[in-house]
């Protein structure tokens, strides 16, 4: 496992102070994302699954429903403490993880990778996608979910109400559609499904997220 590191990075930090109050914040892209997650993954059944970013774990109970054994991992040891106290069951385990660094898993040991507005904090995907692709078992599947590049354009980024009343926004880096697919590529993924998601309350806004279905 990677040793975190003595002071968290910013993001860490912020997602360490927002952790006390994400589950309850409004947050529709949070929502979106929990509900597209099942109606795209809920046909599968891997063995062992990665849940790269797993935040306070609000996807972690589902992961956990279709695996056998889950490891969801964070950079956020806030983010972790929260998803801990969820009472999941035994086969999920957490541990602390830069995603830019060697994750804790084995070549070719993992069936699903997954990942849900997470790589909009990574300035460069390729390490990420590499990653992915060294742990998954020929043909597991890697599930991105992210806000989509329509929403950066138009300025959209994660933020929250600071202690102060003041928001805070999380560093982020806006990413093409095609970074993705790009990225994915050199690392031997194919992309197998794509969709763009609305909120069922804003059909006449823009998409809130995309999501990417790759396979080894």
């Given at each position: 496992?990677?040793?975190?590191?003595?002071?968290?990075?910013?993001?860490?930090?912020?997602?360490?102070?927002?952790?006390a109050?994400?589950?309850?914040d409004?947050?529709p892209?949070?929502?979106?994302?929990?509900?597209?997650?099942?109606?795209v993954?809920?046909e599968?059944?891997?063995r062992?699954?990665?849940?790269?970013?797993?935040g306070?774990?609000?996807n972690?109970?589902?992961?956990?429903?279709i695996?056998?054994?889950?490891?969801?991992?964070?950079?956020?040891?806030?983010?972790?403490?929260?998803?801990?106290?969820?009472?999941l069951?035994?086969?999920?385990?957490?541990?602390?993880?830069?995603?830019?660094?060697?994750?804790?898993?084995?070549?070719?040991?993992?069936?699903?990778?997954?990942?849900?507005?997470?790589?909009?904090?990574?300035?460069?995907?390729?390490?990420?996608?590499e990653?992915?692709?060294?742990?998954?078992?020929?043909?597991?599947?890697?599930?991105?979910?992210?806000?989509?590049?329509?929403?950066?354009?138009?300025?959209?980024?994660?933020?929250?109400?600071?202690?102060?009343?003041?928001?805070?926004?999380?560093?982020?880096?806006?990413?093409?559609?095609?970074?993705?697919?790009?990225?994915?590529?050199?690392?031997?993924?194919?992309?197998?499904?794509?969709?763009?998601?609305?909120?069922?309350?804003?059909?006449?806004?823009?998409?809130?997220?995309?999501?990417?279905?790759?396979?080894?």
């Open positions: 496992m990677t040793t975190p590191p003595a002071k968290p990075p910013a993001i860490a930090a912020a997602y360490d102070a927002w952790s109050q994400y589950d309850h409004r947050n892209t949070r929502d979106l994302d929990a509900q597209v997650l099942p109606r993954l809920g599968l059944r891997p062992a699954t990665l849940e790269t970013g797993c306070t774990g609000k972690t109970a589902f992961l956990a429903s695996s056998q054994s889950v490891l969801a991992v964070d950079f956020s040891s806030g983010m972790l403490a929260k998803a801990a106290q969820r009472g069951p035994p086969q999920v385990r957490f541990a602390q993880c830069d995603l830019l660094q060697r994750w804790p898993a084995d070549n070719s040991s993992i069936d699903l990778v997954s990942c849900s507005l997470v790589l909009e904090h990574l300035k460069d995907l390729s390490p990420y996608f990653e992915a692709a060294r742990v998954l078992a020929p043909g597991g599947h890697l599930w991105v979910c992210e806000l989509h590049p329509y929403r950066q354009y138009a300025g959209s980024q994660a933020r929250f109400a600071g202690a102060s009343g003041d928001t805070v926004k999380v560093d982020a880096f806006t990413h093409h559609l095609s970074d993705f697919t790009a990225a994915a590529g050199r690392a031997g993924l194919h992309l197998r499904r794509l969709d763009e998601w609305c909120h069922p309350d804003e059909s006449a806004a823009l998409p809130r997220l995309i999501s990417f279905l790759f396979q080894r």
